[in-house]
């Protein structure tokens, strides 16, 4: 008897440790087919979804087609590839075929419709990739009830890439930008899929830092992202003046001459691998499409998409920035006066040197530094400024200042450094448990402070919540810039350039 009790205790006990391990496998049917994702602690994940068709062989550089649908039930589980670029920090497998996208979400709930952060990765518009945080990416998002998705886009050469005979059928617009209209079509699959995941299609923010957050305010005077988001949320990035097609085309036409592939035809034909090779920047620019007017145009006449927008700059991206703004990381008395020059003419304003002496090496790396995180700053300040002119909808504009705890002896801190180029990231979107280190109480209180702003933005428009200071909206004086950091930081460092004089110094 006893062991016949014995023996159903252990089936009983083998049949619950298998339940435990092993929580109902999530599946949601979207407009191409039917996934597969996995669950963990709470957050269902859904990894490497194509959101377009292959952009390769005759679809190299055109723009994103339709995606073909699926039967059966397509495993999503794993990131798609990243795009092909030649960043040597990007170690994942790499290819033209990389238009997915990944989404993160609560379980779903009956009656409950989430809102969402759609998440543009930046990397200059050459590099970068939306897998970039790992698998638990938007762990921190979705614990505060807020679904995140990550995007892959087109990016140098194959993302924004102009060529004369590159037209849009008979539109007679020339076709380019290449990696903006990944990014709306990714914007258009959140709109058709996303209430599959349980999230709400009409509650939908745009966010990203660097050439994400340029990418950010950029399809906030896009026509093709017309209804496709409710809000913005713009990091040490924002887009500045477009040139004409004829430039950008001509250096498709240059490109052409060098590899001996003078029509788009033979230029489709040049493995990836060739044109990686190639000195490429990439230029947005006017195409009539994307874009119809330049951005101050577009806000001047309030044609701009007009929605709630977040956006700020940090108190060191002049450590990170500097170097490529001059040249070099060993930016010395000539090579500072020489860009001084090349940026601003040979007679340099008489302001320049009085804020941003150069008379030692020392003093102009210092000022150089200085000078790259001032003009992002007042990138920033200008373009909330637009906003907060046009008098359609709210701005809050931060300046983040915080210097988080020091990275190991054995892994040192290289980049985002102080409150440098991306520190920010890790604090708005909860991302410290990724990394190892000693975080202070003051780390710990600004990531709360931080991601509680980002997600009640994303959930109402307004980042203000309970528990959290007030986050006045910006009236366009520096007194309503949010400081974000410690009593102390806010004391020591709280004090920035007053942009408004030279705001008013640029053309109207």
Known sequence: ??????????????IGAAGAAAPPTPTVA???????????????????????APPIGELRWQAP?????WQGTRPATQFGSVCRQVAAWVKMPQSEDCL???????PRKAGKAYPVIVYIHGGALMNGHGSEWGPEGGRSIVQKGVIFVSINYRVGIFGFFAHPELTADASGHTLGNQGFRDQIAALQWVKRNIAGFGGDPDNVTIAGESAGGSSVTALTV??????????????????????????????????????????????????????????????????????????????????????????????DEGLDLAPDAFGTKDITVAIYEANLHKQFGPQLPPFLLTLYPGKTDAEA???????VTDMIGLGHFGWATMQQKSATRPVYLYHYLHSPAETPADNPCTYGCKAGHTAEIR????????????????DLALQQQMLGYWTNFAKTGDPNGEGLPKWPAFDGTPATVERLGSAAEIKERGNFLDFRPFLAMLPQ
Do not use: C
């Open 1 to 14: 008897m006893l062991q016949r009790a014995i023996a159903l205790a252990a089936v009983l006990g083998a």
């Open 30 to 52: 979207i407009d191409s087919g039917k996934l597969e994702g996995n669950t963990k602690d709470g957050m269902v994940a859904f990894l490497g979804i194509p959101y377009a």
């Open 65 to 69: 087609q339709p995606v073909k649908a």
């Open 100 to 106: 997915t996208l990944n989404v993160w979400a609560p």
């Open 222 to 315: 896009s026509p093709l992202a017309s209804g496709l988001f409710a809000r913005a949320i713009a990091e040490s990035g924002v887009f500045g003046g477009l040139p004409p097609a004829a430039a950008a085309q001509k250096a498709g036409t240059e490109l052409g001459e060098t590899l001996k592939a003078p029509h788009l035809a033979d230029l489709r034909k040049v493995g990836a691998d060739d044109l990686l090779k190639q000195q490429w920047r990439a230029m947005p620019y006017l195409d009539g499409v994307v874009f119809t007017e330049q951005p101050q145009q577009s806000f001047s006449a309030e044609h701009q998409n007009k929605v709630p927008l977040l956006l700020g700059w940090n108190a």
């Open 365 to 371: 790396k210092v000022s150089a530094q200085r000078l």
């Open 427 to 442: 604090f708005a979107y909860g991302q410290l448990w990724r990394e190892q280190r000693a975080w202070s109480p003051e």
